[in-house]
């Protein structure tokens, strides 16, 4: 599976939009991008995912460069409940099931 | 509405004293995984089940064990805690979503059981 790199923190401030990179310059054609985030103490939750369209669902819009060397998660209107580790993720499509690696994330501070 | 529950939230056991972990799950789903996170790092993965079909992670310790007497209940068993076995234990199951040519898996989630060996 392609590393991904991603900045170690960000800030943000409420109702502002978040804008978490992820870079995977090694990706290959058939692996997907999914993002998981992490609230403290929680276990992690699925965001979104894509191949190589832009994707957009009730959490979040996913943007993927046209060379799909990376992406960019948005968080439209960043609340203080979405203070959280996010972490990308790519893996094989159409493998079955398989064993997502977490790697290090992006801590997420929404402050008021 | 809960989907995988882990039980309990927190467990305390004394160094080298056998413990078990239990999780649930309402999904009904094949798969069922293990994961590992100390304080400040990414989750690991120990081991995971295809309904019956056990898969060791090649650097989860022998210390570690599992069992799935079947499709809603998985257990971890640490043999002899150690101190470096403190830790949050994840379970998660996970689902194949969308068709065959486009399918992607999706994990869900407990809450956690945070490990305290003293």
Not at chain 1, 27 to 54: A, C, F, M, T
Not at chain 2, 24 to 47: G, I, R
Not at chain 2, 92 to 118: C, D, H, N, P
Request: glycine share 6%; charged share 15%; proline share 5%.
């Amino acid at each position: 599976d392609a590393k991904t790199t991603q900045p170690t923190s960000m800030d943000c401030a409420e109702g502002r939009a978040a804008n978490l990179p992820c870079n995977h310059s090694t990706i290959s054609g058939n692996e997907y991008v999914y993002w998981y985030r992490q609230i403290h103490s929680q276990g992690p939750q699925y965001i979104i995912h894509g191949l190589k369209n832009n994707e957009t669902n009730e959490m979040a819009s996913l943007i993927i460069t046209e060379d799909r060397k990376s992406s960019t998660l948005i968080l439209p209107h960043a609340t203080l409940r979405d203070t959280a580790v996010y972490y990308c993720i790519v893996r094989v499509a159409n493998s079955g099931y398989s064993t997502l690696t977490f790697g290090k994330g992006t801590m997420l501070l929404v402050s008021p | 509405d809960a989907m995988v529950i882990q039980n309990p939230r927190y467990q305390v056991t004394q160094f080298g004293k056998p413990v078990t972990l239990s999780c649930s799950q309402t999904l009904n789903h094949n798969v069922m995984y293990w994961y590992q996170q100390k304080s400040s790092q990414a989750p690991k993965l120990l081991f995971h089940y295809y309904d019956k079909d056990f898969n060791n992670e090649a650097d989860t310790p022998d210390n570690f064990q599992s069992r799935r007497p079947n499709t809603s209940f998985c257990f971890l068993d640490i043999r002899s805690p150690g101190l470096g076995d403190a830790a949050m234990y994840l379970c998660a199951t996970s689902s194949l979503m969308g068709k065959r040519q486009g399918a992607y898996e999706k994990l869900f989630f407990g809450s956690g059981t945070q490990l305290s060996v003293l």
